[in-house]
């Protein structure tokens, strides 16, 4: 499939049936497989053999969709996990340890911030923020001796700051650590971290790749190019003998391309569980087909109600890179060519009470805390997911109490700026 366009990819990666098979993934809905013999089953717990032996590691549907995003990124091995949030934390963990440091974008989504500052730290893995438009010597500066990842989101959620990957990569790749993406916002539709210095790619697949707002998933790619023996004494885990595994040394006997994923699957699916459900892998891949085309439309949709509010009196600013007036307009020129994602931020004028207007008086726009539908769905921080903090506690965490975050989606879009209108007519 690595010689098929992308879109090609979207609808048959993954998974080609042979003759007299179904045409469709086939939900493999079982917890465990059956051997002949005991031998047969522990080449497989041995990992000197391809197979299942119990879903809670690996499941046929869950690894033919994995193998379908793989390919999408250009990547040489993946897994699903039960969520974006999982993929992060086993992306991360999967290298750190007790004493390890993280370097991470300060702009990135909220609960990802939480698990690398609050969470992991209670396991001793302590963590540097840096700003996303932080110079080569600020970030260099943010490293330690016991740095072992670098982590950030292409598109921040809900920020819309857009990573320069090229530019963290070289400050990772220059301490000898990997680049993790969280690559969510674009989808490979729109952006490919791997081309662009990136190691490892994570997603809530919970978003446009489903799309529909009905499966809860994570996906983690491995480029499968980062070099774990040249830098070997940085991470043991990979590459040192797994006692728990048999003393399989994962870089040594599956390489570049298989080590990571490999231990991830076999070594943290193992012990924490946050696997995927195969009808979930089915929901997610049926999204997937149609990627390629839904992408597009919900960035037409995004940039058209970005235009329109950046024109409104009652709009104080907005964030979305495709305006040429946005900070990040340029970087994204580089890495978002054809567009981002269909997400926009804006600020009312009239504050806390403006927004609680527009909030109440929008039709299409549903209020929830999701985004990346094939609905548009609309949220105002300072009363719903921040409501405990005052204004001045909302300026601080960058969710001022006039901001409005709006994911638009498949509808028309003369539907769409119609509603905000009206909406905003009525502040």
């Known amino acids: 499939m690595s010689d098929y366009k992308l879109g090609t990819r979207c609808v048959q990666g993954g998974y080609t049936p042979g ?11 079982s917890t465990t497989f059956r051997y002949a013999t005991s031998e047969d089953m522990g080449k497989l717990f041995d990992l000197e053999a391809d197979g299942y032996f119990y879903s809670r590691l690996q499941n046929p549907t869950n690894d033919m969709v994995a193998a379908k995003i793989t390919e999408l990124e250009g990547g040489t091995a ?19 340890e007790c004493g ?3 370097v991470a974008s300060s702009s990135i989504y909220g ?6 500052s609050v969470t992991m730290a209670k396991m001793g893995i302590t963590s540097t923020f840096v700003s996303p438009d932080a110079s080569e010597e600020e970030l260099d500066a943010a490293f330690r001796p016991n740095t072992k990842a670098v982590f950030g989101e292409t598109i921040a959620n809900p920020a819309l700051t857009v990573l320069d990957i090229e530019k963290f990569a070289k400050a990772a790749h220059a301490h000898g650590v990997p680049l993790i993406v969280d690559n969510t916002f674009p989808t490979p539709v729109n952006c490919r971290p791997f081309e662009w210095g990136a190691d490892i790619v994570t997603h809530s697949t919970t978003k446009y790749m489903d799309g529909h707002g009905a499966a809860l998933g994570g996906a983690i790619i491995d480029h499968g190019v980062f070099d774990w023996m040249a830098h070997a004494e940085k991470f043991p885990g990979l590459c040192t003998p797994d006692e728990s595994y048999h003393g399989i040394t ?52 995004a940039q058209a109600v970005a235009e329109f509010l950046y024109s409104h009196p009652k709009v104080a600013y907005v964030n979305y890179s495709g305006l040429p007036t946005d900070k990040y307009y340029e970087v994204a020129q580089k890495y978002l060519p054809n567009g981002g994602c269909g997400v926009v931020s804006f600020g009312l004028k009239g504050g806390r009470e403006a927004a609680s207007v527009f909030m109440r008086e929008l039709k299409l726009g549903a209020i929830e805390t999701h985004v990346a539908d094939a609905r548009t769905c609309c949220l105002n921080p300072a009363t719903s997911t921040h409501r405990q903090m005052n204004d001045e506690q909302l300026k601080e965490a960058g969710v001022p109490a006039e901001l409005i975050r709006i994911s638009l989606g498949l509808e028309d879009k003369e539907d769409l700026i119609a509603d905000i209108a009206h909406a905003l007519d009525a502040i």
Do not use: W
């Open 19 to 29: 003759n007299g098979e179904p045409r469709q993934i086939p939900i493999v809905q």
């Open 78 to 96: 993946g897994m699903l996990t039960s969520s974006g949030q999982a993929a992060n934390f086993f992306a991360l963990f999967n290298i750190c």
């Open 100 to 102: 390890d440091h993280i």
């Open 111 to 116: 609960g990802t911030f939480n698990l690398i």
């Open 250 to 301: 994962y870089a040594e006997k599956f390489g570049k391309e298989g080590a990571f994923i490999t231990k991830c699957t076999s070594q943290l699916m193992r012990d924490f569980g946050s696997m995927q459900s195969p009808q979930n892998a089915f929901i997610l891949n049926l999204g997937l087909e149609s990627l390629h085309v839904r992408m597009p439309k919900h960035v037409e949709n």
